[in-house]
């Protein structure tokens, strides 16, 4: 299984990014699919999930209304778009794949099965 992120930059605060998140080696149908990001010093955090089907994206409270997530089951694809960027956005951030037989918490990174290797994301004030 693989995961690749990527999509990830320097942006200015206010600006906005898409992360893109390319799966293969799994039956992505069956994955539901988070974000997470690390920042230097910190340990890494939910920001957002969304089901096979595309329904009911979850997002922590910290991006809600600034981030929004996509899927493309055609193409084993996940999309992050992240609008309204703020300094304490800047981490990496990672995509993860969660099978809907794994029973673990959403907001957890024990939640997930599989993990890509991340992309930098750095908003300058």
């Known amino acids: 299984v693989q995961l690749q992120a990527y999509g990830g930059g320097l942006v200015q605060a206010g600006g906005s990014l898409r992360l893109s998140c390319a799966a293969s080696?799994?039956?992505?149908?069956?994955?539901?699919m988070g974000w997470f990001r690390q920042a230097p010093g910190k340990e890494r955090e939910f920001v957002g999930r969304i089901n096979p089907s595309s329904g009911s994206p979850l997002f922590a409270d910290s991006v809600k209304g600034r981030f929004t997530m996509s899927r493309d089951n055609a193409n084993d694809m996940v999309y992050l778009q992240m609008n309204s960027l703020k300094p304490e956005d800047t981490a990496v951030y990672y995509c993860?794949?969660?099978?809907?037989?794994?029973?673990?918490?959403?907001?957890?990174?024990?939640?997930?099965?599989?993990w890509g290797q991340g992309t930098q994301v750095t908003v300058s004030s």
């Open positions: 080696g799994l039956t992505f149908s069956y994955y539901r």
């Open positions: 993860a794949a969660k099978s809907i037989r794994n029973g673990g918490s959403y907001y957890s990174t024990a939640g997930y099965d599989y």
